[in-house]
């Protein structure tokens, strides 16, 4: 099983930024691809950015282009979103999400997808 846990998430006045974290942790494991979504109410869920195991080709939402940046620390099994010039419409829960290789001798290995428990972002106008 792995685990992430989400934290950064706040309230934020327009023009302001948040730095969101996700931290993996579990036992044999290995993070592919990692990334954030989030949920505003009424709506469905979004992908927000998204990096690969190696932590290049970024992928970003076209309303996130610009203003926000995903970075992961394999070594720490973090990953991070920077969110800056924030604005009201960004305003949503926020949930890591990772596609996770688990090897046990068992099953040998497997992909598995997990998701966090959301932190929430709110962007005062």
């Known amino acids: 099983q792995v685990q992430l846990v989400e934290s950064g998430g706040g309230l934020v006045q327009a023009g302001g930024s948040l730095r969101l974290s996700c931290a993996a942790s579990g036992s044999t494991f290995s993070i592919n691809t990692i990334g954030w979504y989030r949920q505003a109410p009424g709506k469905q869920r979004e992908l927000v950015a998204r990096?690969?195991?190696?932590?290049?080709?970024?992928y970003y939402v076209d309303s996130a282009k610009g203003r926000f940046t995903i970075s992961r620390d394999n070594a720490k099994n973090m990953v991070y979103l920077q969110m800056n010039s924030l604005k009201p419409e960004d305003t949503a829960v926020y949930y890591c999400n990772a596609d996770v290789i688990i090897t046990t001798l068992a099953l040998g290995s497997r992909l598995m997808t997990y998701w966090g428990q959301g932190t929430q972002v709110t962007v005062s106008s």
């Open positions: 990096i690969n195991s190696s932590g290049g080709n970024p």
